[in-house]
């Protein structure tokens, strides 16, 4: 059974930066691909960023040039670096693990962003 636990997340101020931590255990997983999702208040749950067993990464136009997802498979974990946050980036992040056709989420993290 997977389980995911993200870290990391809080209040800033619109320009600082914050770095969102995802622990995971159960699995094998340097096999699955990692996701960074967010939902903002009274929005649908958006994929934020991806990034595959080899490495390869996506983003969401809306955080491109911004965002950075990582992974260290030697420490079961994925990372968000998210600098330059504006308030429209306020929203509760969750992190995914998918592989063999199944996805997990983990229990999200807040992340609000003042103005």
């Known amino acids: 059974q997977v389980q995911l636990v993200e870290s990391g997340g809080g209040l800033v101020q619109a320009g600082e930066s914050l770095r969102l931590s995802c622990i995971a255990a159960g699995t094998i997983f340097s096999t699955g691909v990692m996701e960074w999702y967010r939902q903002g208040p009274g929005k649908q749950r958006e994929l934020v960023a991806r990034?595959?067993?080899?490495?390869?990464?996506n983003y969401a136009d809306s955080v491109k040039g911004r965002f950075t997802i990582s992974r260290d498979n030697a420490k079961n974990t994925v990372y968000l670096q998210m600098n330059s946050l504006k308030p429209e980036d306020t929203a509760v992040h969750y992190c995914?693990?998918?592989?063999?056709?199944?996805?997990?989420w983990g229990q999200g993290t807040q992340v609000t962003v003042s103005s």
């Open positions: 990034i595959t067993s080899g490495g390869s990464v």
């Open positions: 995914s693990y998918y592989n063999l056709g199944r996805r997990t």
